[in-house]
C-alpha cells in the first residue's frame, strides 16, 4: 500500500437526493468523508492522499511535446491505460482505452511493460496491481484519484456489518457480491466469504450464480458498494421486488434495519452510490424528452431506480459507446454518464444528436484530477528512472481479493 500520514478531512454533508416515486422512495445519499483538491491523507478513505512531485505547471507550452518525448523515451517498457472518464488531454496518450475491468485485464496481457500507468482511479490500480505480474509496477499519476463510491464502503464498516448478519443468524444464507468500483479489501471480504466481484455489464450473471449458490428462495445476497446497481440488477432485470431489497446503513446500528427486515430480505444493498450518476433525476428524463422530440434516453446502472426506469437503454459504459456506435444517422440521445465521455462521443460522431442528461455539467472529479501535468511528471519521472505513485496491494489482500476476481472471471459470458 502506499504510506499514509494523518491529516485533517472534509466532511461533505450529505445532499437529499430524495426524488420518490409513489411506490418507492429513494433512500438520501450516503454521507462520505472525501479529501478536498488532494490535501493530506485520511486514513479510513480508499483513497485521497497528498500527491507529492514537482509538478510542471498546468500553462507550459511545452506540455504536449513533452508528454511526446517522455512516451518516446519509455517506449514498450510502458503501458498507458486510460479510463473512458478521462480528460482528452490524458486520453490522448493512452496506448489503450476501457473500462476498469478491460484495462485491468488489458494491463494483464502486457507482462512486457514494466510500468502500468493506470490513467484512471484508485481501485482500478489496485485491480490492475493484483492482476500483474510481481515485476511490473502500477503507477497512479495522482494519488488523490480516488472514488467516492469506493470511499463509502471501508472495510471495517463491511466487517461490522457481517457481524450483525452472524447475529441475525443469516450469514451463511448470504453471498457477498462486490461490484468492481471497491476497495481491494472489500473484494478480499467477498473472496474470504466465498462471494465474487462483478461489473456493471454481468452484474446478473453474477447476481444469479450467487443466487443459485443456496437453496431456492433462501439464498441473500449482500451487494457492495453501490446500492443503485444491486437494485437496478435484481429488479429490473431478475424479477425481484423492490420490497425484496433492503438498504443497509453502515453509518447506523444494525444498518438502521431491524433482525425481520434482514430476514425477509434477498437483497441486502450497502449504501453507497456513484457521486455522479447518482445526480441524474427523472426530472431530467421528463425534461429532455420535452427538449428534444423522439430522444433515446441512455443511461448507466449505476443511475438512481426511478432513472433507469424511465430511460429507454441502460448498460454498462462499454454497452453506452457500442450502442452509440452503431447508432443511425441522424438519431437524438440523451446520455446518462460521465461527461468527458458524453463530450468525446458527440464530438466523434457529429452524424447524431447527442446531449448530457443533465443539464448541469457534472464530470467525476477524482477522474479528472489526472491531468496533463500530472500524466507529463509521471512519464518524465519513469523515463528518468525515478518509481513514483507506486500501487501495491498488501499480499494477504491481493490473494483474497484475487479469489474474488478469479470467480468473477469464472462465471459464464466473461
Ligand atoms: S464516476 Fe462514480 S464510480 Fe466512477 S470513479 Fe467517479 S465517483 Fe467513482
Sequence with gaps: MTTRTDGP?????????DQGTPSFAEPASTPAALLLLGRAQDLGSERGVECPGDLPAASDPDLVARAHAARQTLGSNAFVLGHHYQRDEVIDFADVTGDSFKLARDAANRPDAEFIVFCGVHFMAESADILTASHQQVVLPDLAAGCSMADMAAIAQVEECWDTLVEAGIAEDVIPVT?????AAIKAFTGRHGGTVC???????ALTWAFGRRPEGRGKVLFLPDQHLGRNTAVSQMGFSLDDCVVYDPHKPMGGLTVEQLKNAR????????????????????AVRERVPGVNVLVHPECRHDVVTAADQVGSTEYIIRT????????????????????????????LEITYLDRTVCFCSTMNRIDLPHLVWTLESLAAGRSVNRIVVDPDVAHWARVGLDQMLALPGI
Design 199 to 205: 461489473t456493471s455489464s454481468n452484474s446478473r450473471v
Design 324 to 351: 452509440i456506435e452503431a447508432a443511425p444517422a441522424g438519431s437524438s440521445w440523451a446520455i446518462g454518464t460521465e461527461l468527458n465521455l458524453v463530450r468525446r462521443l458527440a464530438r466523434t460522431h457529429p452524424e
Design 179 to 183: 461490484y468492481m468500483n471497491s476497495s
Design 267 to 286: 437483497m441486502i444493498l450497502w449504501r453507497g452510490h456513484c457521486s455522479v450518476h447518482g445526480r441524474f433525476t427523472a426530472e431530467n428524463v421528463t
Design 9 to 17: 478531512v472534509a466532511t461533505l454533508a450529505p445532499a437529499s437526493l
